[in-house]
């Protein structure tokens, strides 16, 4: 019987490769249609998981703060465990010190800063209503300042909330734990031990996977954790050193809520291109609302803080470990933004470097198969996965 020859549209669109294709989607889409009608099988995974990962996510920021640390010890002759201690010491003895003598200090800043702040906004909006009265621009500031009053009313309800936990939290011993501070509480002690048997860890994990998938599997993990960590890392001590200096200029060009506003401005310096436009909104309104001078001098301090961590803070302490272009990163914000909220916005360039890692493996891997199946035709270059490559792309 004479074989039945496959037309070139059949040919075109896949033939038997395109049926099992489809049969295969069609698989998949019924596999999760299944397990969405069963999702609440899985409701206590997803209770687990909403527990762990907050203590999860600061444990590790903490662990890749804290291990150059202890790394340098080691190679002093101090024994991991004395150094992780040591450093923990130290840590509690810093917080219990910062509960006493700051905590107090910016919790009265906070107050007022709050109760202060509509008054700042009214007459703002009075000032900016009387300037552009009957010009086309009055109803569109108006709006933007309405807007800009809900989103601080919101920030600062929710600071407030959160302050309060955290100082019921540290300073009554038997009060019930709220979730802040179970996160708190949780977070160091399993840095503790990720600090200290750090290698066991890492090392137990590899025994799970299977022996044939090892050597992948420890080049992706060295590449997430370079990256990852450095990342973290630099953008914490980059936080922390903005918000120094702004606190610093402030103080000496006497902006009121200084301690305050410094706290803001680290925190959202964070997020990197939108934190600072974030942070200077309210430093700029409690200063236009001293004078008009006084918000020029935070301007000039604002500038120079940002300038210096332009072209001095930022290379010195990132260096070349996660390089992203801008407009990717203005992308990668506007996407977790949207799907996460604030927790997008903080972690989604790490996220991003995550996927990243993985997304280029997977293409590689899959670079190798094709060349395995169809190299006669023409063959795909670079298909091994190395770390040392990955971070000098």
């Given at each position: 019987m004479e074989k039945k020859?496959?037309?070139?549209?059949?040919?075109?669109?896949?033939?038997?490769?395109?049926?099992?294709?489809?049969?295969?989607?069609?698989?998949?889409?019924?596999?999760?249609?299944?397990?969405?009608?069963?999702?609440?099988?899985?409701?206590?995974?997803?209770?687990?998981?909403?527990?762990?990962?907050?203590?999860?996510?600061?444990?590790?920021i903490l662990y890749y703060l804290f291990n150059p640390v202890v790394h340098w010890l080691e190679?002093?002759?101090v024994k991991r465990v004395y150094g992780v201690s040591a450093i923990f010491v130290v840590l509690i003895t810093l917080i219990v010190v910062g509960i006493i003598l700051v905590v107090p200090i910016l919790q009265k800043q906070v107050d007022g800063l709050v109760r202060s702040f509509p008054q700042y906004m009214n007459d703002l909006n009075k000032m900016v209503t009387d300037f552009f009265h009957n010009s086309a621009l009055e109803k569109p500031l108006a709006n933007a300042l309405?807007?800009?009053?809900?989103?601080?009313?919101?920030?600062?309800?929710?600071?407030?909330?959160?302050?309060?936990?955290?100082?019921?939290?540290?300073?009554?011993?038997?009060?019930?734990?709220?979730?802040?501070a179970l996160v708190m509480v949780t977070a160091p002690i399993i840095t503790f031990f990720l600090l200290k048997d750090d290698q066991k860890f890492f090392a137990f994990v590899l025994k799970i996977i299977p022996p044939?998938?090892?050597?992948?599997?420890?080049?992706?993990?060295?590449?997430?954790?370079?990256?990852?960590?450095?990342?973290?890392k630099g953008q914490i001590l980059v936080s922390i050193s903005i918000g120094?200096?702004?606190?610093?200029?402030?103080?000496?060009v006497k902006v009121p809520y200084s301690g305050t506003l410094s706290i803001i401005v680290g925190v959202t310096a964070v997020i990197p291109y939108i934190g600072p436009v974030i942070a200077f909104i309210p430093a700029a309104i409690v200063a236009l609302m001293v004078s008009f001078g006084m918000f020029i001098k935070m301007s000039i301090v604002w500038m120079i803080v940002q300038m210096l961590n332009g072209h001095l803070i930022s290379p010195q302490v990132m260096g070349k470990k996660l390089v992203v272009h801008p407009l990717t990163i203005v992308i990668v914000l506007l996407v977790m933004g949207d799907l996460l909220g604030m927790f997008g916005l903080i972690f989604g360039i790490p996220i991003y470097a995550i996927v990243k890692v993985l997304v280029t493996y997977i293409f590689r891997k899959f670079k190798q198969r094709y060349n395995q199946f169809y190299g006669d035709s023409g063959e795909y270059e670079d298909t091994e996965f190395s770390k040392e490559e990955y971070l000098d792309e």
């Open positions: 020859q496959e037309t070139r549209w059949i040919k075109f669109l896949g033939g038997k490769n395109l049926l099992f294709t489809l049969v295969a989607l069609l698989l998949l889409g019924a596999v999760i249609f299944i397990f969405h009608q069963v999702g609440f099988i899985f409701g206590p995974i997803g209770v687990v998981f909403k527990t762990i990962i907050g203590p999860t996510i600061l444990a590790l190679k002093h002759k309405a807007g800009i009053q809900k989103w601080f009313d919101n920030v600062s309800d929710g600071i407030g909330s959160y302050f309060s936990k955290a100082v019921e939290g540290a300073s009554t011993v038997f009060s019930t734990l709220t979730g802040f044939r998938f090892r050597s992948d599997a420890k080049e992706i993990g060295a590449t997430m954790s370079s990256q990852v960590g450095a990342y973290l120094i200096l702004t606190f610093i200029g402030f103080w000496l």
